[in-house]
């Protein structure tokens, strides 16, 4: 099996580098890079999450279905948001504490899409003392498709 692409998860490599609440300017645009989606990504994906449709893994059964091919689940999002920004993104910051989320899907990833991300800061506001961002993120495949969108809250760490 092929080695999927890894991006960094140590999160405190780099954190010296982030913005931290009050560099956040809401409307601005994150740094993102473009990520080439492959089946082993998300088959690795999937097989972590222990998720084994056959829509992620058989590609005869895959064929068949509506999607007519492998597809990647919803919630790869979640692999995405990593893949696609780069190691000194604010959101990555140790101590930030997802305070809500949600998410509107539209068409599948599939593999070899290139994935790119539109993300930024929405707003940011002090609440009982803790520091808030409201942002919201937009994947897209390389013809422009919109795979989903979401809109959520982080705390940020002080």
């Not at 010296?16 to 998300?42: H, Q, S």
């Not at 409201?134 to 390389?142: L, R």
């Amino acid at each position: 099996m092929a080695q999927a692409e890894v991006f960094e998860t140590d999160f405190w490599k780099d954190a010296n580098l982030r913005k931290v609440w009050d560099e956040i300017v809401p409307g601005e645009p994150r740094k993102t890079l473009p990520y080439v989606l492959t089946r082993e990504a998300i088959q690795l994906y999937c097989r972590s999450v222990g998720e084994n449709h056959p829509l992620y893994f058989d590609e005869a059964y895959a064929k068949a279905s509506p999607y007519g091919g492998l597809i990647a689940p919803p919630s790869i999002h979640i692999l995405l948001m990593f893949s696609c920004t780069p190691a000194d993104d604010w959101m990555r910051t140790p101590g930030t504490v997802n305070a809500g989320q949600s998410w509107s899907y539209n068409i599948p990833a599939r593999p070899g899409d290139t994935i790119t991300l539109q993300a930024r800061a929405l707003d940011k506001f002090i609440k009982r003392e803790r520091l808030f961002v409201i942002h919201d993120n937009v994947f897209f495949n390389q013809r422009g498709d919109v795979i989903c969108s979401g809109r959520g809250q982080t705390i940020r760490p002080m």
